[in-house]
């Protein structure tokens, strides 16, 4: 590494985003896409949110999470793709030193509390196949007030730490992101410290707090299975696994996105740089975008809300 007497040390007050650094004519044909797809998220999302509060027959445990996951799910989208847009049309690439770090919160924050989410809406599928009868005593609404606190509280503690290491680093005379978002990777390593810490902190964090969520889904859909094919009653068993099912395609969205998305970062030497990158920003766009529309178009009662909803305006 090259001496500290090679770098300007003045204090550096914000930071400019190179989205596509190989491919920058990428931007004006991405555009509308991202577009259209925020648009979708937002809207979609907001419709759920719209027709869980005023349908009474959804107040009930169950759609409380799902509520939980559209408004994870709205701030995803609010904290990253209005400002990848602001870049690709009217080039605004910088974004401030304390904006860039509590970007880097909330996207680090939030997607792990949805992977929460979804293991405690797993648990609710759990106890209401193996345990219908004792369902309504143990999924109440104090559950999902107690699960809502949790879910905020567990991920904020983890993760509070990343953006506050990153921005107690010594950044030097570089100060442009090869990248559209401020990840905690593509940030840290513009600065003249040593950054093995910050990067095995986010590393055993992540996959700690991701790699347990997924352990209890995996088990919660084994029980699953395993009660439903001792079911005998004709139907019975798909009808079961049908109260399952809008929740399982959400699980494969996020998780396929993320999987994608941790092999091409580890296989960075292999693939063009920029790929990361947009598989990034569409880790922020497709579950949300298709998280509702799954749910709305699988679930009657959401259905039949929705359809009153659009009645009334």
Avoid at 35 to 57: C, D, K, Y
Avoid at 108 to 115: D, H, K, P, T
């Amino acid at each position: 590494m090259a001496s500290p007497s090679n770098y300007s040390t003045a204090p550096i007050s914000e930071f400019l985003l190179i989205c596509f650094p190989n491919y920058q004519s990428w931007q004006h044909w991405l555009s509308l896409p991202l577009s259209l797809l925020f648009l979708l998220a937002m809207g979609a999302n907001a419709t759920l949110l719209l027709t869980i509060r005023l349908e009474v027959s959804l107040h009930e445990p169950m759609y409380y999470l799902l509520s939980l996951l559209s408004l994870l799910d709205i701030v995803l989208c609010l904290t990253v793709i209005p400002k990848v847009l602001a870049i690709f049309w009217f080039d605004l690439r910088s974004i401030s030193f304390s904006a860039c770090f509590l970007q880097m919160f909330i996207m680090n924050c939030f997607l792990a509390m949805e992977s929460c989410t979804f293991m405690i809406m797993a648990y609710d599928r759990y106890v209401a196949i193996c345990h219908p009868l004792r369902y309504p005593s143990i999924i109440t609404d104090h559950f999902v007030v107690r699960a809502t606190i949790f879910v905020v509280a567990r991920n904020a503690l983890f993760f509070l730490p990343v953006p506050v290491l990153s921005s107690r680093l010594r950044y030097c005379a570089e100060h442009t992101i090869k990248n559209c978002i401020c990840t905690n990777l593509s940030v840290s390593k513009l600065s003249c410290d040593d950054i093995t810490f910050n990067r095995l902190y986010q590393f055993v964090a992540g996959w700690t707090l991701l790699g347990s969520d997924l352990i209890l889904i995996v088990l919660s859909y084994s029980f699953i299975l395993r009660a439903v094919l001792r079911i005998k009653a004709e139907g019975a068993a798909a009808k079961a696994l049908s109260t399952c099912g809008s929740h399982f395609i959400l699980i494969l969205f996020f998780s396929t996105v993320l999987l994608v998305l941790v092999i091409t970062n580890l296989a960075r030497k292999r693939i063009p740089p920029d790929v990361p990158i947009l598989l990034n920003i569409l880790h922020h766009l497709i579950p949300p975008a298709l998280n509702p529309i799954v749910y709305g178009v699988r679930t009657k009662e959401i259905k039949q809300g929705i359809q009153k909803l659009l009645r009334r305006l």
